[in-house]
């Protein structure tokens, strides 16, 4: 059963930092996409980052223009892991944080062309 569980979100002030974990089982990151999305309340999920599979032969990673410079996306294959640094947090940040799995050995995608999705974090910015 494949299972994504994400955590590291919470309440932090303007300016502040976290790191978001996505925690996969079930299947490998050998040959799986991970993407990150947010959902801010009463707007439409988008997609924030994502990461290529590590047999990718196109190995990527991708930023929406409005977190480029502020959050990086990477991997721990040992620990099937996927973490999302987030720095210099705006109150715009705010919403629930959900990461994706699909299929895949090519380029990333931040569509919600994925498969499995995690529960979701919350990760709320204000002073």
């Known amino acids: 059963q494949l299972q994504l569980v994400e955590s590291g979100g919470g309440l932090v002030q303007p300016g502040g930092s976290l790191r978001l974990s996505c925690v996969v089982s079930?299947?490998?990151?050998?040959?799986?996409?991970i993407g990150w999305f947010r959902q801010a309340p009463g707007k439409e999920r988008e997609g924030v980052s994502c990461i290529s599979s590590r047999s990718s032969s196109r190995s990527s990673t991708m930023y929406a223009d409005s977190v480029k410079g502020r959050f990086t996306i990477s991997r721990d294959n040992a620990k099937n892991t996927v973490y999302l640094q987030i720095n210099s947090l705006k109150p715009e940040d705010t919403g629930v944080y959900y990461c994706?799995?699909?299929w895949g050995l090519g380029m990333c995608t931040m569509r919600e062309w994925y498969a499995f999705w995690g529960q979701g974090t919350q990760v709320t910015v204000s002073s």
């Open positions: 079930g299947f490998t990151l050998d040959y799986y996409t």
């Open positions: 994706a799995a699909r």
